[in-house]
């Protein structure tokens, strides 16, 4: 209907394909669970920017919150950082819409000016997208990156199912135009999108639309450079690709191939080959240092056309799973995710409804029971708080998590009140000298707890250097001191070594001691004042009870899965109902409610908030009144 405005542009584009690199965002954070730091980045920036590439993707997505949760870097710094390195090439960032790059809807405000300083510190053109592809939660991150000078590129999310088809996709990106978009993306995030599907999608939506078209996919089942090749085809303007050795599997495809193959041709990048291979050697060397962030997930996998699991997704995913001691459960959780995606209405799988979804189909497998426990984010997407599905939702899931409560129908950021002053005053509390940064203030908005603990350890200057265990193991800790001391041992002394610890088995936790430089395998019973934490650090359980009981009664509440305690929700001689809250407990970055299953008085609370957590500890105490 819309072609008429248009009839001049049907032809496919015989202009060069432009190239986006994504290495430094999406490359990363599909292969090595978004670790890459930037001192890593910064020796090689230059030459990327020589390449010619339409845009450099660094910024947005994980990389955000990876940044100040793994990394101890400042994400606003990074931008800064490279952009004096590479004053060329347009920066392109990826936002969640809404979500910007946390995993809710934050407030307009919020929104607002995360956008004004993203730009302000050198983003260019930002990719925004929102999961559900409703529009709505659009609105607002449209307007401010208009309002401050930045490039829109709009984005549909690609997906399958009985409710997805090109007609509709089309029909989206057109929208999108509408909206103001100055360049449209299909948005492939799990490499769903065949060779023949994107020649038909394509040439239907350069009919449909006048701004550029922009193809992101990922190589996961093998198809993506054959996808490529009928979209250049067909006319698409812009593809995202990796420097090789950052590429393929759940990355992008590799540059140097797409540039082969267009070699001659009318399309041809003309990109310099000998400038590709010095990057690509330059990341060999560099990948080798996050080996340990490698999964067994990072490969070619075609099974993802029936998961659907987004690149990033598998390998974070995978390195969730390792860190509760389940990688085994993997195909359990894979087959669980398109199960729990048909209850949610088919919403395509990307962040945050993929970490939803997939955290939710985690818990179904580990709990042994289907909805037995329910994470905060499952119930606030079955109430609407992240959209409107395309396809129906699971009514009796529904009730289970929201009860009578209907779902809301308004834009869920309605709901949201202005939140910035509010995390201002918050940091002010905390850390005021942090609090003066309107940078730190957003970040601390977005994420405040890893935020705070960022900013303190940022501060505590001396930046603790951890001990890198040699050892191989299949989770590698740093230890907290003392590693290294002598012993006397009937007046003989001995000089001790820690070198590291395993996963604990049945016998207890083996520990990797060398005694006067021999090595020696330790087992250590399980009931250890300390614990290794999700980041692999080990925590002792500062201010709490050093031992906790295991649960021996029906009125001890603890933990579905290995985690940290966010909020105690009750207080000794608290009064409780069987089925209320008394913790919220936080694991694979989703939050869950615990509940106690008896009616009872709390006797007695063994964790505060911040704590490491165990299943089979007592957590909360709760015995029947008398
Ligand atoms: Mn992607």
């Given at each position: 209907m819309?072609?008429s405005?248009n009839?001049?542009?049907?032809?496919p584009?015989v202009?060069p394909i432009?190239i986006?690199d994504t290495?430094l965002?999406?490359?990363?954070?599909?292969l090595?669970a978004?670790?890459?730091?930037?001192?890593d980045?910064?020796?090689?920036?230059?030459k990327?920017?020589?390449?010619?590439?339409?845009?450099i993707?660094?910024?947005?997505?994980a990389?955000?919150?990876a940044?100040?949760?793994y990394?101890?870097e400042d994400?606003?710094?990074?931008?800064?950082q490279?952009?004096?390195v590479m004053?060329?090439t347009?920066?392109?960032?990826?936002l969640?819409?809404?979500?910007?790059?946390?995993?809710r809807?934050?407030?307009?405000?919020?929104?607002?000016?995360?956008?004004?300083r993203a730009i302000?510190?050198?983003?260019d053109?930002i990719?925004?997208?929102?999961?559900?592809?409703?529009?709505?939660?659009?609105?607002t991150?449209f307007?401010?990156t208009l309002?401050y000078?930045?490039?829109v590129e709009?984005?549909?999310?690609?997906?399958?199912s009985?409710?997805?088809?090109?007609?509709l996709?089309?029909?989206?990106a057109?929208?999108?135009?509408?909206?103001?978009s100055?360049s449209?993306c299909?948005k492939d995030m799990a490499?769903?999108?065949?060779?023949?599907?994107a020649?038909?999608?394509?040439t239907k939506?350069k009919a449909a639309?006048?701004v550029?078209?922009?193809?992101?996919t990922?190589?996961t089942?093998a198809?993506?450079v054959?996808?490529?090749v009928k979209a250049?085809?067909?006319?698409?303007?812009?593809i995202?690709?990796a420097?090789s050795?950052?590429?393929s599997g759940?990355?992008q495809?590799?540059?140097?191939?797409i540039?082969?193959?267009?070699?001659?041709e009318?399309r041809?990048?003309?990109?310099?080959?000998?400038l590709?291979?010095?990057i690509a050697?330059?990341f060999v060397?560099?990948?080798?240092?996050?080996?340990e962030?490698?999964?067994?997930?990072?490969?070619?996998d075609?099974?993802?056309l029936t998961?659907q699991?987004?690149?990033g997704?598998?390998?974070n995913?995978?390195l969730?799973l390792?860190?509760?001691?389940?990688?085994?459960?993997?195909?359990?959780v894979?087959?669980?995710v398109p199960k729990?995606?048909?209850?949610?209405?088919?919403?395509p799988?990307?962040?945050?409804?993929?970490?939803i979804?997939?955290?939710?189909?985690?818990?179904n497998?580990l709990?042994?029971?289907?909805?037995?426990?329910?994470t905060t984010?499952?119930?606030?997407?079955?109430k609407g708080?992240?959209?409107k599905?395309?396809?129906?939702i699971?009514e009796?899931?529904?009730?289970?998590?929201i009860?009578?409560?209907?779902?809301i129908?308004?834009r869920?950021a309605?709901?949201?009140?202005?939140?910035?002053e509010k995390?201002k005053?918050?940091?002010?509390?905390e850390?005021?000298?942090?609090s003066k940064?309107?940078e730190?203030?957003i970040?601390?908005?977005?994420?405040p707890?890893?935020?705070?603990d960022f900013f303190?350890n940022?501060s505590?200057?001396?930046k603790k250097?951890?001990?890198?265990?040699?050892?191989a193991?299949e989770a590698?800790v740093?230890?907290l001191?003392?590693s290294e001391y002598?012993?006397?041992?009937?007046?003989?002394t001995f000089?001790?070594?820690?070198g590291?610890?395993g996963?604990?088995?049945?016998?207890g936790?083996?520990y990797?001691i060398y005694?006067?430089?021999?090595?020696?395998e330790v087992m250590v019973?399980?009931q250890?004042?300390?614990?290794?934490?999700?980041?692999?650090?080990?925590d002792?359980?500062?201010g709490g009870?050093?031992?906790?009981p295991?649960?021996?009664?029906?009125g001890?509440?603890?933990?579905?899965?290995?985690?940290?305690?966010v909020?105690?929700?009750v207080?000794?001689k608290?009064k409780v109902?069987?089925?209320q809250?008394?913790?919220?407990i936080?694991?694979?970055?989703?939050q869950?409610?615990?509940?106690?299953?008896i009616d009872?008085i709390v006797?007695d609370i063994y964790?505060q908030?911040?704590?490491?957590v165990?299943?089979?500890e007592v957590?909360?105490?709760?015995?029947?009144?008398?």
């Open positions: 819309a072609a405005k009839d001049a542009k049907k032809k584009s202009a432009q986006m290495t965002r999406d490359g990363h954070q599909s090595i978004t670790r890459l730091k930037t001192e980045m910064l020796p090689i920036a230059g990327i920017d020589q390449i010619g590439y339409s845009a993707e660094m910024w947005g997505g990389t955000f919150d940044a100040i949760r990394l101890n994400p606003w710094e990074r931008i800064r490279l952009k004096k004053p060329k347009p920066f392109q960032m990826l969640r819409g809404q979500n910007l790059v946390g995993y809807h934050y407030a307009d405000d919020v929104v607002e000016r995360f956008i004004d302000l510190n050198g983003i053109i990719r925004i997208f929102d999961a559900l592809n409703d529009m709505r939660n659009l609105k991150s307007r401010a309002k000078g930045g490039k709009g984005a549909l999310c690609y997906t399958v009985r409710f997805h088809n090109n007609d996709f089309v029909d989206l057109r929208r999108l135009e509408d909206m103001g100055e449209v299909i490499g769903l999108l065949s060779p023949y599907d020649f038909d999608l394509i939506m639309i006048n550029p078209i922009h193809l992101h990922h190589d089942s198809m993506a054959s996808t490529y250049i085809e067909a006319g698409v303007d812009i995202d690709t420097i050795s950052m590429a759940t990355s495809p590799p540059v140097e191939t540039t082969r193959i267009l070699q001659g009318p041809d990048p003309k990109l310099d080959m000998n590709l291979t010095e050697d330059y060397d560099v990948r080798k240092k996050y080996k962030f490698e999964s067994d997930y990072t490969g070619v075609p099974r993802v998961y699991i987004p690149g997704m598998t390998s995913l995978a969730q390792s860190e509760q001691n389940a990688l085994d459960r993997m195909k359990e894979l087959e669980e729990v995606r048909e209850d949610f209405g088919f919403p799988l990307v962040t945050p409804s993929s970490q979804v997939g955290t939710q189909a985690t818990l497998v709990t042994g029971e289907r909805y037995k426990v329910i984010e499952t119930k606030n997407y079955l708080l992240y959209g599905s395309w396809g129906p699971n009796d899931i529904q009730k289970k998590a009860g009578g409560e209907a779902a129908t308004c869920p309605d709901l949201v009140d202005p939140e910035l995390a005053k918050e940091l002010e509390k850390l005021k000298s942090v940064n309107i730190n203030v970040t601390y908005a977005l994420f707890q890893v935020a705070l303190k940022k505590s200057a001396a250097k951890t001990v890198e265990p040699k050892l193991m590698p740093p230890l001191a003392p002598n012993i006397k041992v009937h007046g003989e000089q001790v070594k820690v590291g610890m996963h604990p088995g049945e016998e936790r083996p990797f005694i006067d430089g021999h090595l020696e019973d399980s250890l004042e300390v614990v290794p934490s999700a980041e692999g650090r080990i002792s359980h500062a009870r050093s031992t906790r295991k649960v021996t009664h029906e001890d509440v603890t933990t579905p899965m290995p985690g940290a305690v909020n105690v929700k207080r000794p608290d109902k069987a089925g809250v008394v913790l919220i936080e694991a694979m970055k989703m869950s409610e615990v509940h106690t299953s009872g006797k964790v908030e911040g704590d490491k165990n299943p089979d957590l909360v105490e709760v015995r029947p009144e008398k």
